[in-house]
């Protein structure tokens, strides 16, 4: 019985420790006034100085098509990233990893002549999946992790 009691008072301290380390709430990124989320999930979400992306697919918001052309499709999911991270106030050189997954490895020299241009410094860590589908007929779908900078940032 007393061991027990100590287990339970070393959990307890242990967890509320872990709850004392908590860097605050919660918070999703800013939406877009007019926005209605088409899946049940944040595009992003804030914890301390880490932003955590959702997976984007470059789908129009209008009509939830995807682009035929690839190279268009592989612009619009940046471009749709880099809004997301801005909305937070990071740049996509905040970037520290990125996953893309993508339903054709072929296409791996034309996703990365674009993604290259996306980036003035140093590339963020990167896996690039091959999956089977996703949602929209999407080539790509592209998530990651940003944190903010310490201190000034060149511009």
């Known amino acids: 019985m007393l061991k027990q009691a100590l287990a339970l008072s070393a959990a307890a301290f242990f967890a509320a ?3 004392a380390a ?7 990124a800013p939406p877009k006034a007019d926005a209605r989320p088409a899946a049940p999930f944040s595009k992003a979400i804030m914890t301390g100085d880490t932003l955590y992306v959702a997976g984007h697919v470059a789908a129009d918001p209008a009509t939830g098509q ?3 052309n690839v190279d268009t499709e592989a612009h ?15 740049a996509m050189d905040d970037l520290v990893s990125v996953t893309v997954y993508c339903t054709d490895l072929d296409l791996y020299d034309k996703f990365n002549a674009i993604y290259r241009g996306y980036f003035r ?3 963020p860590t990167r896996a690039f999946i091959g999956v089977n589908k996703l949602p929209r ?13 310490m201190g000034p940032r060149r511009l």
Request: charge should be negative; proline fraction near 7%; avoid cysteine.
């Open 121 to 123: 410094g140093q590339f």
């Open 17 to 19: 420790n872990l709850h």
């Open 22 to 28: 908590d860097t605050g709430p919660v918070q999703a």
């Open 66 to 68: 995807v682009p035929t």
């Open 76 to 90: 619009q999911v940046l471009d749709d990233v880099k809004h997301t991270i801005e909305q937070a106030g990071l």
């Open 137 to 149: 007929g999407a080539h790509f779908e592209v998530a990651g992790i940003a944190v903010k900078p």
